[in-house]
């Protein structure tokens, strides 16, 4: 990871973060337990999910953290790498989709122009 830009997250840096906001520490990591426990869905896929919301994200650590996470829990490279596939469509997907605010206002535009020139 380039540490310029993204310092590895280190035991002394969890510390300082714990003796900042202890409560709102600990009340997150037991948040965070909780979701990634087995449930209805198992804890190898809720961590393929993490996989693929941290390359939308686009947050280093969730993309190291929840990679090796899936990994731990049995998931293939190739499972991994389907689930960065499903993210790149979503983001893709979104940018697609959010066109139709674009072409709602170029209809209005152009619609306004005619009236106009009537």
Known sequence: ????????????IAQKRKELAPAQHDAFQAF?????AEGALSAKMKQLIAVAVAHVTQCPYCIRGHTEGALRRGATDQEVMEAIWV???????GAYA???LAIDVMN???????????
């Open 87 to 93: 993210a790149a469509e979503m983001r893709a997907g």
């Open 98 to 100: 959010h066109s139709t």
């Open 32 to 36: 965070s337990k909780a979701v990634f």
């Open 1 to 12: 990871m380039d540490q310029s830009m993204y310092p590895a997250s280190t035991r002394e």
């Open 108 to 118: 209005g535009a152009h619609a306004h122009k005619d009236k106009m020139q009537v």
